[in-house]
């Protein structure tokens, strides 16, 4: 490495301003940071200095999606195995997944990083690290049968009006992962509905469907034991069948600080709340299933520890995320069982509350102001006295 920061050093003044390469001072720069460590200083005012900067925080994301995302490779290997009639060892699943999923995360990255990159030269600004995350997460929540044209026009969709279009990284209100599977959601229903049997190269004859979609159609009987649900046996998209790996995930984001231990929490004291109501109504099939099986069925899991813990777009007020977080898991149960037109709720939920959001937190910090201002009068009147 230290080869490559030598050869660095030697070439970065044509990048600079008033070099040969100025324009693509910004793609340098990315480069760079992404090798090595900023080794910039601050030079005025007071600032607050951490170990743990945005590429830190990204990387950890990254590495807690590992869990899942090895886990689908080889779950993808193993539905195709299984619908097909033949046997496979574990080696050959995974590599068969492997081999499937990997040209998502490809064309998921290289078009996302490729916008990225052509906005910060347009606009003469840092290439910051925020698709390392979204890139991986886009490719976790499409089916594993997608279509790779979809993948690359679903992730432009989402870095341009997700993401860009409000400043960029940051500065967004929608996940952007979300987004991309919202546009191919209702662009191609038909490839991402819930009812279909997501397998790659199925056997003719091989019929069924995901958890989601039997319950959606009314064959709760035909639903997959909690055990495998919990496992990850299912189909389904490529990250969000196991929710075993998740948990894993979910550790290591907790560990690291990175994520909300009190969304995941709130999430999923409202999704049990809603289920359990569904419970007492038992109108139908779907409102008997147990409150808690909810919790291990499609994205529910998923959505809970990386799409609702996004610290861009989710609340930054605690009382808030409590509030946040309690409306995502309660909506996500409540839009699958009671619209069949949409039988995965998180989705919708989420992107219904990143709207949301800082509406939450606005009410939230009157709500402690207005407190204050009470202790504050109460404490002049009590002095009067």
């Known amino acids: 490495m230290k080869g490559v920061r030598r050869y660095l050093d030697k070439i970065k003044p044509n990048f600079e301003k008033g070099g040969k390469f100025a324009k693509l001072h910004s793609t340098f720069e990315a480069i760079e940071s992404f090798l090595f460590v900023p080794n ?169 469907a995901t958890p989601l979609g039997d319950a959606m159609i009314g064959h709760v009987d035909k639903i997959p034991s909690p055990m495998d649900m919990f496992l990850g046996f299912i189909p389904g998209s490529i990250g969000e069948t196991s929710t075993l790996a998740i948990i894993i995930g979910a550790i290591i984001l907790l560990a690291t600080g990175v994520a909300s231990w009190r969304i995941m929490l709130s999430v999923t004291v409202g999704g049990l709340l809603m289920g359990l109501i569904f419970n007492l109504v038992a109108a139908n099939d779907y409102m008997q299933i147990p409150a808690w099986e909810h919790l291990i069925m499609g994205g529910f899991a998923f959505g809970a520890v990386y799409m609702a813990t996004d610290p861009v777009t989710a609340t930054q007020t605690i009382k808030g995320q409590y509030i946040y977080g309690f409306l995502i898991g309660f909506l996500a149960v409540l839009v699958r069982v009671f619209n069949p037109a949409y039988p995965e709720g998180m989705m919708l939920a989420i992107l219904f509350m990143n709207v949301f959001s800082p509406l939450i937190d606005h009410y939230v910090i009157q709500a402690n102001i207005s407190m204050r201002k009470k202790r504050w009068l109460k404490a002049r009147v009590n002095e009067l006295l």
Not at 47 to 64: E, G, N, Q, Y
Not at 151 to 168: D, M, P, R
């Open 40 to 208: 910039k200083v601050t030079f005025a005012g007071s600032h607050i200095r951490d170990a743990v900067d945005l590429k830190r925080t990204m990387s950890f994301v990254v590495i807690a999606m590992m869990p899942p995302l090895l886990f689908g490779m080889w779950n993808v290997g193993y539905q195709h195995f299984i619908a097909s009639g033949l046997e496979a060892n574990l080696w050959q699943n995974f590599w068969f997944g492997f081999l499937q999923v990997l040209p998502i995360v490809v064309v998921s990255y290289v078009t996302g990083l490729a916008i990225e990159f052509g906005f910060a030269q347009a606009r003469g600004h840092e290439v910051n690290e925020g698709f390392l995350v979204t890139g991986m997460l886009i490719p976790l929540i499409m089916p594993p049968d997608v279509p790779l044209w979809m993948v690359a026009l679903s992730t432009a969709f989402a870095v341009i009006f997700a993401k860009e279009v409000f400043g960029g990284t940051g500065m967004n209100i929608l996940n952007p992962a979300l987004t991309a599977r919202a546009f191919l959601f209702f662009a191609y229903p038909k490839d991402m509905s819930g009812d279909k049997v997501w397998i790659v190269e199925k056997a003719d004859a091989f019929s069924g």
